[in-house]
C-alpha cells in the first residue's frame, strides 16, 4: 500500500522555523519525483517545492526561494521540508506528493494534477 505521512507542522511565529518531514512507504522512493504543496482556505494547491533524486535538481517557488529547503533521506524513505523566515502567507496545509520522473524535466512539477500519490496533510500556521 502507497502512504505518504505528513508531520512536523505546527503553529510558529513570525519570523520562526519549521520542519516538515514526509515519511513514504509502498513505492520505489528514489525512483519518482517528490514534491511539496501547500492549500490557504480559499485558495488553489500551489507547488512550493520540488526535488528530482534522480537529477538532484530541486525547484522552488518564486515566494519561498532562498527560505524554504528541499531535501531527502532515501535511507528512511522520507522527504524534509525546512522553512525558515516564515511569514503569515505561508499558513496552509502543506501536503508532500509523489509523481513520476518525467514531472523532473517538463517543467511541469507545480502541476497538482502530475502527482499519482498525496499524503494527508499537516497544518502551519504563521502568527504575527
Known amino acids: 500500500e502507497v502512504q505518504l505521512v505528513e508531520s512536523g507542522g505546527g503553529l510558529v511565529q513570525t519570523g520562526g522555523s519549521l520542519r516538515l518531514s514526509c515519511a513514504a512507504s509502498?513505492?520505489?522512493?528514489?525512483?519518482?519525483?517528490i514534491s511539496w504543496f501547500r492549500q490557504a482556505p480559499g485558495k488553489e494547491r500551489e507547488g512550493v517545492a520540488c526535488?528530482?533524486?534522480?537529477?538532484?535538481?530541486?525547484y522552488y517557488k518564486v515566494s519561498v526561494k532562498g527560505r524554504f529547503t528541499i531535501s531527502s533521506d532515501s535511507a528512511k524513505n522520507t522527504m524534509y521540508l525546512q522553512m525558515n523566515s516564515l511569514n503569515a502567507e505561508d499558513t496552509a496545509v502543506y501536503y508532500c506528493a509523489a509523481g513520476p520522473r518525467r514531472i523532473g524535466f517538463s517543467g511541469r512539477w507545480y502541476r497538482p494534477n502530475e502527482y499519482d500519490y498525496w499524503g494527508q496533510g499537516t497544518q502551519v500556521t504563521v502568527s504575527s
Open positions: 509502498g513505492f520505489p522512493f528514489d525512483d519518482y519525483v
Open positions: 526535488l528530482d533524486s534522480t537529477t538532484g535538481r530541486t
